[in-house]
């Protein structure tokens, strides 16, 4: 198995509005997760084109769980009021 040519899904490049989805906000809403930190940095592709790790994506979701789970709220929610 050749690792530097083989792609999983964790490794798969998604766009804002992809990421946004998956959080399940909308695209101005998961912009201001980025901002305050909750949700993945972009990675430049180019002078105005970004791309988020799925794989980071996920594990922001997956922090959100854990800390909503534990604050009793909504993930979002929870993450925005913080």
């Known amino acids: 198995m050749n690792t530097a040519t083989d ?4 490794d798969k490049l ?3 509005s992809e990421a946004a989805v998956l959080f399940g906000v909308s695209l101005s ?3 201001k997760l980025i901002n305050r930190g909750i949700a993945p940095p972009r990675i ?3 002078s105005y084109a970004v791309r988020f790790s799925l794989a980071d994506v996920c594990a922001a979701i ?3 769980k854990t800390t909503a789970a534990a604050a009793g709220s909504g993930p979002i929610l929870a993450a925005l009021a913080a």
């Open 62 to 64: 997956e922090r959100l």
């Open 7 to 10: 792609t999983t899904a964790t």
């Open 44 to 46: 430049k592709m180019g």
């Open 29 to 31: 809403t998961y912009w």
């Open 14 to 16: 998604i766009t804002a």
